[in-house]
């Protein structure tokens, strides 16, 4: 399975964007929890919002909570992240990631993920 992020630019602090990542596979997302991390410059990868399978339940870190929108489209085979009122503090690489439901650990961990994509950088503007 490949994930390939989209999405990625340059915009104005106030401004939105929408993330997309699809994988290769028409069937992966059936059972997999899907999410969003990014990587800001010189930190580490930090956990921005999930969506487990099944329920449907989503999570989000606080910084995303209220602003971004994880959501899933399983005839597209894609997960997107729409991203609302960015700020400089938002620029970051973002990288999507699959897992299967199953797998040890919470979704807000990246060791719950078997997949990766390459990731998009979104660099927001003050």
């Known amino acids: 399975v490949q994930l390939q992020a989209s999405g990625g630019g340059v915009v104005q602090t106030g401004g939105s964007l929408r993330l997309s990542c699809a994988a290769s596979?028409?069937?992966?997302?059936?059972?997999?929890?899907l999410a969003w991390f990014w990587q800001a410059p010189g930190s580490e990868r930090e956990f921005v919002a999930a969506g487990r399978y099944g329920d449907d339940s989503t999570y989000y870190s606080n910084f995303a909570k209220g602003r971004f929108t994880i959501s899933r489209d399983f005839n597209k085979n894609t997960v997107t992240l729409q991203m609302n009122s960015l700020g400089p503090d938002d620029t970051a690489v973002y990288s999507c990631a699959a897992g299967k439901y199953f797998n040890s650990g919470g979704v807000t961990f990246g060791t719950h993920y078997d997949y990766w994509g390459q990731g998009t950088l979104v660099t927001v503007s003050s």
């Open positions: 596979r028409r069937t992966f997302s059936r059972y997999m929890d």
